[in-house]
């Protein structure tokens, strides 16, 4: 273990390098110092002794200093979050490796680039008034703004910045908040769905009745006319749409009863299989699915998971009414610790449904599972906006998770996560 001593006075380092001359002298038998030439030769001796004893003590000042920038250097470059300093412009003069991978840009390209090429141009103006705002008030501010990631998807971050002592810089340190955001949404869209499943109930036992008394009179109509007629037919047609539409209220009751799945291990391949199957029956469009070999077994319900991949295919197909080909993707999956904000680390299987077609807009992307929420007309064959809010609520009844990722003209994926057990 390393001693710790105090920087040696003037005078100490004198009495400390006589007493190491007097100790080498000892043993070469020097009689001390009795005339003027052999003081002026000890006071000599002394004093490069005590050179050389300060230049010890430099170089061990020196090795700790070394020492300890390595360490912080270490702890700076290498931080969960990113750190910059930035002029009164916005032009970065200092920037960790944490930022650079961040922003996707080399360090040494970082380095006199303005920072406000990286922040999204809709987010500009907020950002320069937060950097105004830091250097004006020389108070902690933050702001939130989109990022533009080079060869990478645009992330969420929070900067917050001090003005440094000279006031002519300020320290920044960068954070990549989509995950938490994303998290925060979920939690809204769960407290949205808990308040509108009372309204569901409500809805779905009244449409229910009505349903029936339609029935009972379509049934009624039935037996007062030949069968064979155009009249038949229509009635027939009326009685199918009855029974269709009390898919309807079985999908809102079990939204707003809270549908609690009945888990068991299940084959998820012959699960989506079916769905894609049923989805795409009588359309042009292609389906590639891609299973992983050794798929885990998923701890899911399997008559309910059915209806959410049959939900996002009919989705992606409406998205691309022409012709086209949708991936669907089932693979195995490990999450580690603070790898999702909402889901505990563990095995699942994640599954993927994209589509070619138009889109989604940034500005619309985030209510996709507001309940009653739709970008269709209302109409024939057009939804209500329940459908992804149901798939929503199954994946969170099932302790999963369900993201989507769109882009226009490109087209959008839905990911979705569920426990697995391991074979």
């Not at 291990?265 to 590639?288: D, F, K, M, N, Y």
């Not at 991949?309 to 998205?319: D, P, S, Y």
Request: a neutral charge; one cysteine or more; aromatic letters at 4%.
């Amino acid at each position: 273990m390393q001693e710790n001593h105090p920087p040696p006075t003037a005078a100490g380092l004198r009495r400390r390098a006589e007493q190491r001359l007097r100790e080498q002298q000892t043993g070469t038998g020097q009689a001390p110092p009795s005339n003027d030439p052999q003081r002026l030769v000890h006071e000599l001796q002394v004093h490069q002794m005590e050179l050389e004893m300060q230049n010890k003590e430099l170089r061990k000042a020196r090795d700790k200093l070394e020492a300890a920038l390595d360490k912080y250097t270490d702890l700076y470059d290498f931080a969960p979050v990113g750190y910059l300093t930035l002029d009164r412009e916005g032009a970065i003069r200092e920037a960790n490796l944490t930022s650079a991978s961040l922003l996707g840009i080399e360090r040494s390209r970082l380095v006199k680039r303005c920072f406000g090429l990286c922040v999204s141009a809709a987010d500009l103006p907020a950002f320069n008034a937060f950097l105004a705002r830091v250097f004006a008030s020389k108070a902690r501010e933050f702001c939130e703004v989109t990022i533009l990631n080079e060869g990478k998807p645009n992330f969420a971050a929070r900067i917050e910045a001090a003005v440094a002592a000279s006031g002519q810089e300020c320290r920044a340190v960068l954070q990549d908040i989509t995950e938490r955001k994303r998290a925060e949404e979920d939690r809204l869209t769960l407290n949205r769905l808990e308040s509108t499943g009372v309204l569901a109930d409500g809805i779905a036992h009244d449409f229910n009745n009505l349903l029936m008394a339609i029935l009972l009179n379509v049934e009624l109509a039935q037996t007062l006319i030949p069968p064979g007629g155009i009249l038949a037919d229509v009635l027939e047609q009326a009685k199918q749409a009855t029974l269709e539409s009390g898919g309807l209220t079985r999908q809102l009751l079990d939204f707003a009863s809270g549908g609690a799945p009945l888990r068991k291990p299940t084959r998820l391949s012959s699960v989506i299989q079916e769905s894609i199957r049923l989805s795409l029956s009588g359309s042009q469009l292609r389906c590639a699915f891609s299973p992983a070999e050794n798929l885990w077994l998923a701890e899911v319900d399997a008559g309910q998971i059915g209806q959410v991949v049959l939900n996002l295919m009919l989705n992606a197909r409406r998205a691309m009414p022409e012709s086209g080909a949708i991936s669907v993707r089932a693979e195995n999956v490990v999450l580690g610790p603070q790898e999702s904000p909402v889901l505990p680390p563990g095995d699942y299987v994640r599954v993927s449904i994209a589509d070619r077609g138009s889109g989604i807009s940034k500005e619309l992307l985030p209510k996709i599972f507001d309940p009653y929420f739709s970008t269709k007309e209302r109409g024939s064959q057009k939804g209500m906006g329940l459908g992804l809010t149901i798939c929503h609520s199954i994946i969170q009844r099932h302790g999963g998770a369900i993201a989507v990722e769109s882009k226009l003209g490109v087209g959008t994926t839905f990911c979705i996560h569920l426990p697995a057990r391991r074979r």
